[in-house]
Antibody
Framework: EVQLVESGGGLVQPGGSLRLSCAAS????????MNWVRQAPGKAPEWVAI????????HYADSMKGRFTISRDNAKNSLYLQIDSLTAEDAGIYYC??????????WGLGTLVTVSS | ENVLTQSPGTLSLSPGERATLSCRAS???????LAWYQQKPGQAPRLLIS???IRAAGIPDRFSGSGSGTDFILTISRLEPEDSAVYYC?????????FGQGTKVEVK
């Protein structure tokens, strides 16, 4: 059974940093493009970033460039998202999503990020 | 950026009726890499349709997708109460990947 389990969310102060993790199981992690997608309360999902199978190609949403870093460790079947200089606009649920090519096929349950002082 | 505009914003229908949801792209979606997702409160989005018309595994055949280029349609042929949800379209042809703003379907 395919599983994606996100962790690392929580309450962080404005200006702080966070590292989100996604543990993958039930499939050959190293064979798939992987993504992070976020969703603010009551809003549509917003794509954050994508990384290829061996981590050599990455793309970011324009508004995420510079503060967000996507990475992966295929030996640990894990995907990561480093977020720096957090603002209130970064709050929401962050989903780890397995791609089929670039299509977003399988979503994890998400981890909640709250930004507040 | 390829902006996706969904209509209508809300659709209120009765069980057994047909729902037609529209997604219009500001630029042609290459290879018809247009997907549809269903999202219920408190849940992650679930893939219904990929590449404009390919139903995902386990999705009932009352869900169908069509269209190409800039205009795409999701049809739910015979609505059931459990189809109440927000539906999003999404293009993955070009970065940045983008989503529509969603259509809320209420089945009463």
């Amino acid at each position: 059974e395919v599983q994606l389990v996100e962790s690392g969310g929580g309450l962080v102060q404005p200006g702080g940093s966070l590292r989100l993790s996604c543990a993958a199981s039930g499939f050959t992690f190293s064979s798939f493009w992987m993504n992070w997608v976020r969703q603010a309360p009551g809003k549509a999902p917003e794509w954050v970033a994508i990384i290829n199978q061996d981590g050599t190609e990455r793309h970011y949403a324009d508004s995420m460039k510079g503060r967000f870093t996507i990475s992966r460790d295929n030996a640990k079947n894990s995907l990561y998202l480093q977020i720096d200089s957090l603002t209130a606009e970064d709050a929401g649920i962050y989903y780890c999503v397995r791609g089929a090519g670039w299509e977003l096929h399988f979503w994890g349950l998400g981890t909640l990020v709250t930004v507040s002082s | 950026e390829n902006v996706l505009t969904q209509s209508p914003g809300t659709l209120s229908l009765s069980p057994g009726e047909r729902a037609t949801l529209s997604c219009r792209a500001s630029q042609s979606v290459g290879n018809n890499y247009l997907a549809w997702y269903q999202q219920k409160p408190g849940q992650a989005p679930r893939l219904l349709i990929s590449t404009a018309s390919i139903r995902a595994a386990g999705i009932p055949d009352r869900f169908s997708g069509s269209g190409s280029g800039t205009d795409f349609i999701l049809t739910i042929s015979r609505l059931e109460p459990e189809d109440s949800a927000v539906y999003y379209c999404h293009q993955s042809a070009t970065a940045p990947l983008t989503f529509g703003q969603g259509t809320k379907v209420e089945v009463k």
